[in-house]
Structure formats: structure tokens, C-alpha cells
């Protein structure tokens, strides 16, 4: 209710602007005496039946933050403090850079979506290991996603992605390899198996911190399955699906600069997809859906498909913080009346 009212003014903003808002306000929070540590209990659900292990790390719920939304690393304590599981920081590159010129994000109030051609703004590699030096060891899982630059050739992009693999491998709980954003020229191109496979085999060989590959909705079923199973084979931890779509159709007036779409009009294409994907590769590599999940059912829905971990991003904009308790108590609701003790119960439930 409170946020519902909020949203008003924050719509105001021009997006960005409205994100750097946010960012300072929730700053200004965690520092204030008490108020981060109230501010922390009151967003966070602790149950231990929501607990897991994955990756040689606990993770105290299975709701995370989408990679975009915290991109250089600098809200690690607040986004723990929104009552998240674990945080995607990223996408980082090797060197800063930009991003595509404005405009380039727009909310789609009434369809619950946002537009993005952002293009990999963010700080760059050398300024984020600083930076989150001085925060190692995390208090939560924190993941982090890669992508090359743009001025970076398709044929050097492989050394792009060992570098910072090299460079955030101590830091991560886990990595992941974006070749899946809609706005760098070409990235989707990369999803193809001659690539991965030569990145999971050389990547393997500088960590062994768990790698995941983050697919596009955009594939087919058929080639999204046979990607992943050939990236699982050559040494990918997991899979993240899905990035944002390109399927304007799914949306009434489309702003002419492109992009992607996520929130409410992808979450079928990226359920759809993920399922597909699940009921291949469920029990044999670790999976975990993101695209369109804003409320406990739909989060319950993709556990019971085969998900380990769920992210949002998204929703957070149109439902506001109070949004992670909700899911995580509802989770709890939903495991109760269904009779699951804990949430790696639940995971997969569907496919047994
Ligand atoms: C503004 C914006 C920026 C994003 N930036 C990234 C990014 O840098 N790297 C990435 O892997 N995904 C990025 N994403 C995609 C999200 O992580 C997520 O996969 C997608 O938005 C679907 O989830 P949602 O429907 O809950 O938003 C971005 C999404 C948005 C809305």
C-alpha cells in the first residue's frame, strides 16, 4: 500500500534517475544507526526450511536479484537487506564502458514490463574488484555475471570472458557467462556450441568455482536443450534462464529503441522455455528461472519445475521491496499446505 503510493512519485523520474534514487535512499539507510539492522529484520524471512546448500555455499532463501540491477557492485549490503537470498552483480566487462545512448529503458506501467537497451553500462573490471575487495567475505551469496565489451570482436571475446573469470573467480560464489543480452551487437551470436565449448573447457582450467551459462528466451526449445546440455557436458555448473526477449508482439506499443522486455510479458515465453529445459536437464546440472516471477505462486511454480533458485528484477520495480517477503513467506504457506518439510522438497516436485 505504502509502495503503491510511492510508485506515484517515483514514476515521475526518469527511470535511471529513479533507480539512482533508490540506490542513495537505501544507502542512506543501511549506514543510519539501527535503522539498516531494522530495516534488514523486518524484509527478512529466516527459515530454516528455506535454507539450501548449493555450490559449497548456504543459501538462506531461493530469491535472488536479476544481474542489471546492481551492475558495478554497490549495493551488495542494501540488496541483503531487502530479505534477498543471494545477489547477481553485473553484467561486468574487462574495460568501462557506457552503454547505448538514452533513451534507452522505459516502464510499461499498465503491462507490468520494462523496455532495456542499457548495453552493458557499468564501471568496468578494475574499478568492481576494488570495490568489492573491501567487502570479501559477503554476508550472502553473491554472483557475478560477465560479458565482453562492445568494441571487443567476436573473435577475441573468449579472451574477455577468461580474464574477468580470472579476475572475480576468488570473489563469487558464482559466475556467469552472458552471451544472452539483446544489446551488444552480436553477444547472441555467441551462443553456439564452438564457443562454449572452447570457454567452459579453458575457463575450467583457471577455477573451479561453479560457472553458469544465462540463455536467451529467444531460442527455439530445440537449440536452447542442445545448447545447454553441450554446456553442462563442457563444464557449465548450472543454467540461467532466461535474459530478456526481443518478441515485441508480446506488447502494445513497443518504444522504438529496442531492447528487451522482462516482467509480466515474458514470464510465459521464459516459464515455457525453462520448463522445456528442466525436463531435460532437472538432476543433472543446477538450474535456476528468472523472467516474469512476482509473487510466491509463480516463484513455487518454477521450483516445482526444477529450479534450485528463482531471481526477480522486474517485479521489484512494479511491486516494490516489500516484494521479497511476500514470496518467501508465501513460499512457506504454499510448502505447508502441499506438505513439503523444506524447499529442496519442493525443487523438481513436478518432474518426479
Ligand atoms: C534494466 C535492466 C537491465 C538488465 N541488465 C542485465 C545485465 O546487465 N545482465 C544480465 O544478465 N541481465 C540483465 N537484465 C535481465 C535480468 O537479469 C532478467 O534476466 C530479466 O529482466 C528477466 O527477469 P524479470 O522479468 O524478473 O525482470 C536486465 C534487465 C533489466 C530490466
Redesign the pocket.
Known sequence: MIYKNLRKVIYKFE?EMA?LLGENFMKVLERAPFAGAIWRSLNTVSDERLKQNLFNTTFNNPVG?????D?NGTMIREIRSLGFGFT?I??VTPLPQDGNPKPR?HRHIEEE????A?G?N?GGMENMRKRIEKLYPFKFPVGI?I?KNKVTPEDKAIEDYLTLIENFEKFASYL?V?I??P?TPNLRDLQNEAFIGELFTKAKERTSKPILL?IA?DMSEESAIELSSFAVKSGASGI?A???TIDYSLISSPRAFGG?????V??EK?FKLFDALAEELYGKTTLIS?????SAEEAYRRLKAGASLV???????FKGPSLVKEINSGILKLMRRDGFGETSDVIGSDRK
Open positions: 527511470p533507480h536479484l536479476g544481474a542489471g540491477f551492475k547477481e553485473g553484467t529503458l514490463t520494462i523496455q532495456n542499457m552493458f557499468n555475471n560479458g556467469v552472458n544472452s543480452s544489446n544465462k528466451p540461467i532466461t535474459n530478456t528487451g522486455l522482462s516482467g509480466k515474458l514470464r521464459s528468472v523472467g516474469g516471477v512476482d531471481q526477480v528484477y522486474s517485479a521489484l520495480v
